[in-house]
């Protein structure tokens, strides 16, 4: 059974210091705006962002110059409503898409908020995330959850919000299509759960990890591949090119029809981007996701002359939590295999550790690790 319980005190769990934790309390949250709910996070997924946050201080544009609180992973139980909110009650169980954007700019205004400059995103810019006991969010961005979701699959409604926004909204994704995703982490993993779901014919993963890959096989891939090393002295352009051609030739690419239509880098590494360039077909489509080094050398002839459609995708836009959830409950996507560590408020040190080193205490690999929200 889940717990419903609500906190008596604001417990909140904030990096205090590179690699370091620590627990703290705050008022509990007043009445909320009239457009907004107060909601009491359950459940709390950690990501690769929180994880570059906690190991090098920086939160999107700049370092954090101040103890912040992270998550933005995260499902609920709303405590107060606003005044004004006609959508959500007290008791309901709801999927937080965790940030407040202004509604003015002229990316809100035309339907793409995930370009809003003036956003306020869950630990992010020095912004306080939803690792505490309680929280507050505009009532519009707060999912509600059909009766057969757990809690712990709310929290992953993000990550799957960001998968769909990839295949659905930015790649508008062929239905047939072959791709190729470049990462076996939680959003590669559900990036291919997506593209399975919505029609794709094949989905190669490629990793460096072959427990990953093994996983990746098991819950959505049609292939896996792991990455060839590299040799001494070679460049990584050279490399990368060189690797593109020994994929091509494992899985008969360069055969019509099987050429790869849609490359999706979920890593973020320079030389798996300058792979996927390499790798896709003609007038393809290659689509970054992965956050890694912020300057890459990119074979822009090679964009050039297979006339490739390049584009970034950030986070999710209007529709992507709606689908997410809808996969979910239809059935079409699964969330509970991904969930392979739990912890408790109290040691959510251990729970960063388990996502940091992949793997937990019990030895198993480490997919998704779950917080829970605390309770006293």
């Given at each position: 059974m889940e717990s419903t319980e609500l906190p008596c005190t604001n417990h909140v769990c904030m990096m205090q210091a590179v690699g370091r934790l620590g627990w703290d309390k705050r008022p509990i949250p007043a009445e909320p705006e009239p457009y907004e709910v107060v909601i009491a996070p359950k459940k709390t997924g950690i990501c690769g962002s929180d994880m570059h946050v906690f190991l090098s201080e920086s939160a999107g544009k700049d370092a954090s110059t101040k103890p912040i609180v992270l998550g933005h992973e995260s499902a609920g139980i709303v405590t107060k409503v606003g005044s004004k909110v006609t959508t959500l009650k007290v008791g309901d169980r709801v999927a937080m898409e965790p940030g407040k954007y202004c509604l003015r700019c002229e990316f809100c205004k035309s339907g793409?908020?995930?370009?809003?400059?003036?956003?306020?995103?869950?630990?992010?810019?020095?912004?306080d995330g939803t690792l505490q006991a309680y929280y507050s969010l505009p009532a519009d961005v707060c999912?509600?959850?059909?009766?057969?979701m757990s809690l712990e699959e709310g929290a992953l409604i993000e990550p799957l919000a960001v998968a769909v926004m990839v295949i659905v909204s930015v790649a508008q994704m062929p239905h047939n299509a072959n791709v190729a995703v470049f990462g076996a982490g939680p959003v590669g993993l559900l990036t291919m759960a997506v593209a399975k779901a919505l029609?794709?014919?094949?989905?190669?993963?490629?990793?460096?990890?072959?427990q990953r890959l093994a996983f990746a096989k098991d819950y959505a891939a049609t292939d896996i591949h792991v990455s060839v090393p590299r040799n001494a002295g070679e460049e990584s352009i050279a490399y990368a090119q060189r690797h593109a051609q020994v994929?091509?030739?494992?899985?008969?690419?360069?055969?019509?029809?099987?050429?790869?239509?849609?490359?999706?880098?979920?890593?973020g590494a320079p030389v798996c981007i300058q792979t996927g360039i390499f790798l896709a077909k003609r007038r393809g489509t290659?689509?970054?996701?992965?956050?890694?080094?912020?300057?890459?050398?990119?074979?822009?002839?090679?964009?050039?002359?297979?006339?490739?459609?390049?584009?970034?995708?950030?986070?999710?836009?209007p529709g992507c939590y709606?689908?997410?959830?809808?996969?979910?409950?239809?059935?079409?996507?699964?969330?509970?295999p991904l969930i392979t560590h739990r912890f408790p408020f109290s040691q959510a040190d251990l729970a960063f550790k388990t996502t940091k080193d992949g793997v937990g205490p019990d030895g198993k690999l480490a997919i998704k690790t779950i917080i829970d929200g605390p309770l006293d």
């Open positions: 793409s908020y995930s370009q809003c400059q003036n956003v306020k995103f869950a630990a992010a810019e020095g912004i999912y509600k959850l059909p009766d057969s029609g794709a014919r094949r989905i190669l993963a490629i990793d460096v990890q072959q994929i091509s030739d494992k899985f008969c690419l360069d055969q019509p029809g099987r050429g790869i239509d849609l490359v999706i880098d979920c890593s290659y689509v970054q996701v992965g956050a890694g080094t912020p300057n890459v050398l990119v074979p822009m002839v090679t964009v050039l002359v297979k006339e490739l459609r390049i584009k970034g995708s950030l986070r999710y836009g709606d689908m997410a959830i809808d996969l979910v409950h239809q059935g079409r996507i699964q969330l509970k």
